[in-house]
């Protein structure tokens, strides 16, 4: 964080680098007000040093649009052939005139960039402010965000010559007032009374787990090396089982099992993973995930040669730690449904720390160091978000371009779409319907959430509604237009009618069972929705490596053209919010639970239809 790394320097060895005359400043980003949520403290000690990204143009990215289409189409002959490390970068690399540009800029007023990301499409430098408000016309200042307490560095406006005009994108963080930490969702946690141990007064209470307040100082563990090879197995036939009655008001992972035809039998090839992403400083305790697996999937016990730490890897981004002794309710119910659900398939738990300068920074830093890599994740689940209008366009589409990356050479991208119903991300007051992101981008998998069966029906804080940012994509025009022809004008002037539409899909999100710090909780969330559909995709990509296939990708394309066989239609719900009804759900299509719940069966027998 940029308030937590304020160094202070006696004297200055170096000029400021005041623009020449000939180099004269165009505004290039400007905001009229501070926005809600942040207060003016001040103008910036002059000493204290930023972290500034500089976002170059990339040279292509309709064309890295035009090649994820391409392989992600089930109609392309391209289908699943994904693309390499080398082509995708390619798209992404600025052009060498760009990076020339702004190289030259900075030097001219004494300023070293580095490179910061695999393909060179950002800079990354750091100046004290004085140097700063010089270089940019800039005037940075002190602000509180009023709910965390944290502070930023922020200026009202910059400005750049027109030398680097088309070249330079955006520099970050600058007019960016984004969260300083990324929100979970606003987690319903209920104690659950167990034989062996008494609750409190006999009652059961409900509360909200808020967003932490202050960093953590963590233990580090490393990422777990995993050597050991599986066992080759008959490929997981899907359970045939009805949902046992209990599963109406406790989900556990025999429930999703039996709801969507999961395969309870282990992973039966080495190359499927899964990884699940977490931030500010959420850890989950691997003897948490050791009795959950005792009591939940008592079944797999035979097949469990692993010890309690070696249940899932950990990897380190931002300083990120896994406390092995302080397990948060977010990444226990990620871990716990993530491995509970994909038997035997090598799960990663990826932290990312605080060495940033604010929430969404977090986000473009666990995405360059997964795209650096010469093999990328085959599913990447998050329940973290922000909301949209809080997320400058820019930075929105560059990291929009950062999960294209990753789903153009084969990994799923799936994202929890928020529990504030139409209000945003968590319930919050507001005039107009407010969109969650991630999830409005046009190349991730958006998931709301479900309760109950038989039927199932949408939960009502299950996000959704229409991007700001986004337009609608083609692959969801049939499904989103037939929608709004039966919403006519409700809802009207409240919300973008040709912006993405999300969510994509849903799965369960309420009565979660979780075991945190050796006790048995009940949590809801669409934090619980994202790792359930994250589960099911690795089971997926499994059996289709068994079959010598290419692992699933980016899902969009291939669950809006053929949903409707292969998906759980979910037809009653509402979300509301901003003192609405929000949407409703209906058949087909909707904003809430989008084209349904999946069925695993019905999936894969889809998939193979059309190899």
């Given at each position: 964080m940029v308030a937590a790394g304020l160094l202070l320097f006696g004297l200055f060895s170096f000029s400021l680098g005041?623009?020449?005359?000939?180099?004269?400043?165009?505004?290039?980003?400007?905001?009229?007000?501070?926005?809600?949520?942040?207060?003016?403290?001040?103008?910036?000690?002059?000493?204290?040093?930023?972290?500034?990204?500089?976002?170059?143009?990339?040279?292509?990215?309709?064309?890295?649009?035009?090649?994820?289409?391409?392989?992600?189409?089930?109609?392309?002959?391209?289908?699943?052939?994904?693309?390499?490390?080398?082509?995708?970068?390619?798209?992404?690399?600025p052009k060498p005139e760009s990076v020339q540009a702004v190289k030259t800029w900075l030097s001219k007023n004494n300023i070293s960039a580095e490179t910061a990301s695999p393909s060179g499409d950002w800079l990354?430098?750091?100046?004290?402010?004085?140097?700063?408000?010089?270089?940019?016309?800039?005037?940075?200042?002190?602000?509180?965000?009023?709910?965390?307490?944290?502070t930023a560095l922020r200026t009202m406006s910059y400005s750049v010559?027109?030398?680097?005009?088309?070249?330079?994108?955006?520099?970050?963080?600058?007019?960016?007032?984004?969260?300083?930490?990324?929100?979970?969702?606003?987690?319903?946690?209920?104690?659950?009374?167990?034989?062996?141990?008494?609750?409190?007064?006999?009652?059961q209470r409900s509360f909200t787990i808020p967003a932490p307040t202050a960093a953590a100082s963590f233990a580090i563990k490393s990422l777990a090396t995993k050597t050991a090879s599986k066992t080759t197995l008959s490929q997981p036939q899907a359970q045939t089982a009805t949902p046992d009655a209990s599963c109406k008001t406790k989900i556990t992972p025999e429930c999703l099992q039996a709801i969507y035809n999961i395969p309870s039998a282990p992973a039966s090839n080495n190359q499927s993973n899964l990884f699940v992403a977490s931030f500010v400083g959420e850890s989950a305790d691997?003897?948490?995930?050791?009795?959950?697996?005792?009591?939940?999937?008592?079944?797999?016990?035979?097949?469990?040669?692993?010890s309690a730490d070696?249940?899932?890897?950990?990897?380190?981004?931002?300083?990120?730690?896994?406390?092995?002794?302080?397990?948060?309710?977010?990444?226990?119910?990620?871990?716990?449904?993530?491995?509970?659900?994909?038997?035997?398939?090598?799960?990663?738990f990826v932290s990312v720390g605080t060495n940033n300068s604010d929430g969404i920074a977090g986000f473009l830093d666990v995405i360059n160091d997964l795209i650096a890599q010469d093999e990328v994740p085959f599913v990447l689940t998050t329940s973290f978000g922000f909301n949209e209008k809080d997320v400058p366009v820019g930075l929105a589409n560059n990291l929009c371009n950062a999960y294209a990356q990753l789903g153009a050479r084969g990994t799923t991208v799936l994202f929890g779409s928020g529990d504030g119903g139409v209000s945003g991300i968590q319930n919050t007051d507001c005039t107009t319907f407010q969109p969650t992101f991630p999830s409005t981008c046009p190349f991730?998998?958006?998931?709301?959430?479900?309760?109950?069966?038989?039927?199932?029906?949408?939960?009502?804080?299950?996000?959704?509604?229409?991007?700001?940012?986004?337009?609608?994509?083609?692959?969801?025009d049939d499904a989103v237009s037939a929608y709004l022809d039966k919403l006519g004008k409700t809802n009207a002037g409240l919300f973008n009618r040709s912006g993405r539409a999300f969510p994509d899909i849903?799965?369960?999100?309420?009565?979660?069972?979780?075991?945190?710090?050796?006790?048995?909780?009940?949590?809801?969330?669409?934090?619980?929705?994202?790792?359930?559909?994250?589960?099911?995709?690795?089971?997926?990509?499994d059996a289709i490596f068994n079959d010598g296939g290419k692992p699933l990708g980016f899902l969009n394309p291939f669950l809006y053209k053929f949903g409707p066989g292969a998906l759980n239609d979910i037809t009653q719900g509402n979300n509301p919010g901003c003192g609405t009804d929000g949407f409703a759900a209906a058949?087909?299509?909707?904003?809430?639970?989008?084209?349904?719940?999946?069925?695993?069966?019905?999936?894969?027998?889809?998939?193979?239809?059309?190899?």
């Amino acid at each position: 964080m940029v308030a937590a790394g304020l160094l202070l320097f006696g004297l200055f060895s170096f000029s400021l680098g005041r623009p020449t005359a000939h180099d004269i400043l165009h505004v290039h980003e400007r905001r009229t007000e501070v926005p809600n949520g942040f207060k003016y403290v001040g103008k910036a000690d002059p000493t204290a040093m930023l972290d500034l990204r500089i976002a170059l143009v990339q040279s292509n990215p309709s064309g890295l649009e035009a090649a994820l289409y391409d392989v992600s189409n089930p109609d392309s002959a391209n289908y699943r052939k994904h693309l390499s490390k080398a082509e995708v970068d390619a798209m992404v690399a600025p052009k060498p005139e760009s990076v020339q540009a702004v190289k030259t800029w900075l030097s001219k007023n004494n300023i070293s960039a580095e490179t910061a990301s695999p393909s060179g499409d950002w800079l990354s430098i750091q100046v004290p402010v004085a140097q700063a408000n010089h270089l940019l016309d800039a005037q940075f200042s002190e602000y509180t965000h009023e709910q965390t307490g944290l502070t930023a560095l922020r200026t009202m406006s910059y400005s750049v010559p027109a030398s680097v005009q088309g070249h330079l994108d955006f520099i970050h963080p600058t007019t960016s007032f984004v969260n300083l930490r990324p929100v979970p969702a606003a987690l319903q946690v209920i104690p659950r009374r167990q034989n062996r141990t008494k609750g409190r007064g006999g009652k059961q209470r409900s509360f909200t787990i808020p967003a932490p307040t202050a960093a953590a100082s963590f233990a580090i563990k490393s990422l777990a090396t995993k050597t050991a090879s599986k066992t080759t197995l008959s490929q997981p036939q899907a359970q045939t089982a009805t949902p046992d009655a209990s599963c109406k008001t406790k989900i556990t992972p025999e429930c999703l099992q039996a709801i969507y035809n999961i395969p309870s039998a282990p992973a039966s090839n080495n190359q499927s993973n899964l990884f699940v992403a977490s931030f500010v400083g959420e850890s989950a305790d691997p003897a948490d995930l050791q009795q959950f697996l005792g009591q939940f999937r008592s079944d797999i016990k035979q097949n469990a040669k692993k010890s309690a730490d070696s249940l899932f890897a950990v990897k380190s981004v931002d300083g990120g730690t896994n406390n092995l002794v302080g397990a948060t309710t977010e990444a226990t119910l990620d871990i716990q449904y993530a491995v509970g659900l994909a038997t035997d398939v090598d799960t990663t738990f990826v932290s990312v720390g605080t060495n940033n300068s604010d929430g969404i920074a977090g986000f473009l830093d666990v995405i360059n160091d997964l795209i650096a890599q010469d093999e990328v994740p085959f599913v990447l689940t998050t329940s973290f978000g922000f909301n949209e209008k809080d997320v400058p366009v820019g930075l929105a589409n560059n990291l929009c371009n950062a999960y294209a990356q990753l789903g153009a050479r084969g990994t799923t991208v799936l994202f929890g779409s928020g529990d504030g119903g139409v209000s945003g991300i968590q319930n919050t007051d507001c005039t107009t319907f407010q969109p969650t992101f991630p999830s409005t981008c046009p190349f991730v998998t958006s998931v709301g959430g479900t309760k109950s069966f038989g039927p199932e029906v949408a939960t009502s804080f299950s996000s959704g509604g229409f991007s700001n940012t986004f337009a609608r994509p083609t692959y969801q025009d049939d499904a989103v237009s037939a929608y709004l022809d039966k919403l006519g004008k409700t809802n009207a002037g409240l919300f973008n009618r040709s912006g993405r539409a999300f969510p994509d899909i849903a799965a369960q999100a309420q009565n979660f069972q979780i075991v945190r710090g050796g006790k048995v909780v009940s949590v809801s969330g669409t934090s619980a929705a994202s790792p359930t559909v994250g589960g099911l995709v690795a089971l997926l990509n499994d059996a289709i490596f068994n079959d010598g296939g290419k692992p699933l990708g980016f899902l969009n394309p291939f669950l809006y053209k053929f949903g409707p066989g292969a998906l759980n239609d979910i037809t009653q719900g509402n979300n509301p919010g901003c003192g609405t009804d929000g949407f409703a759900a209906a058949e087909g299509w909707d904003p809430i639970t989008g084209l349904g719940t999946p069925d695993f069966a019905k999936l894969l027998s889809t998939v193979r239809k059309n190899t």
